[in-house]
């Protein structure tokens, strides 16, 4: 029973992961005319993201296999890095017009790339792993 109910949670997980970088984000930039409030919004999605992932890395330490889940905690630290130390510098940067040298736009780029970097790593497990 926890090894579907860790299956369900985890691909739910990979395809929110997704679904807020291709769609839901810019979809928020679209729709929201206030470019700052679309951004408060889209961080803290990606704030759950990080939380959610943090649940589902516990849980895969409950099961037998945890090792074969390395991928996904690889991508939970990716997600970690950006959500307590990025997050810091990027507000830094946007407060001040920079921060260790670069401005909120790179800072921004850097963290996108561990976001998709996580993304690439949570579709590998699930491209690994045997669902059915």
């Not at 291709?22 to 679309?38: E, I, K, N, S």
């Not at 951004?39 to 959610?52: C, H, P, Q």
């Not at 939970?76 to 920079?98: D, F, Q």
Request: aromatic share 14%; proline share 1%; net charge positive.
């Amino acid at each position: 029973m926890l090894r579907n109910f860790f299956r369900v949670l985890f691909v739910l997980w990979a395809g929110s992961l997704w679904a807020l970088a291709l769609w839901v984000a810019p979809t928020l930039f679209y729709a929201q005319g206030d470019r700052h409030l679309a951004g408060v919004l889209a961080a803290r999605l990606f704030s759950i993201e990080t939380y959610v992932g943090l649940g589902v890395a516990a849980l895969a330490l409950l099961r037998l296999s945890r090792a074969k889940f390395v991928w996904g905690y690889a991508a939970v630290a990716l997600l970690s890095i950006n959500e307590w130390v990025l997050k810091r510098i990027m507000s830094l940067a946007h407060a001040h017009g920079t921060a260790a040298g670069l401005g909120f736009g790179a800072w921004h780029g850097v963290s996108a790339v561990l976001y998709v970097a996580a993304c690439a790593l949570v579709l590998k497990l699930v491209w690994d792993e045997d669902f059915r």
